[in-house]
């Protein structure tokens, strides 16, 4: 009889740690696929950070910090396109990078503003 009710508990220990590795796998996963975009900020006249390396299908927040100026975030190639338009103070643009390459974002009120994007496989 104690080996049907050590057989029982095993069993049920089992389940709970197979119970507890489901629950661990599902906050890691929920972890990596709630992580927010990559914050670029738009202040002084400058990208902050001037350059990023990020993956394939990574997302950059356009933020513009900068009081009262304008700015105006695009890119422009033959393999990936985006265009913030004008960017009054405070707001955000959202842009996915889904091609890998080198890149260069512009400020189109600011010719000296440049963002370097790596984008990886």
Request: aromatic share 10%.
């Amino acid at each position: 009889m104690q080996s049907g009710l050590l057989r029982t508990s095993r069993v049920a220990q089992r389940g709970r740690v197979q119970f507890l590795i489901v629950i661990f796998t599902g906050i890691l996963a929920g972890a990596a696929l709630g992580a927010g975009p990559y914050t670029i900020s738009q202040k002084d006249r400058e990208f902050r950070p001037a350059q990023i390396a990020i993956k394939r299908g990574e997302t950059l927040r356009f933020i513009n910090d900068d009081g009262e100026l304008l700015h105006h975030a695009y890119l422009s190639t033959d393999t990936f396109s985006f265009d913030s338009g004008d960017q009054q103070p405070g707001s955000k643009f959202d842009v996915a990078f889904s091609v890998p390459g080198d890149f260069m974002v512009l400020c189109g009120i600011h010719p000296k503003m440049k963002l370097a994007v790596h984008v990886a496989k």
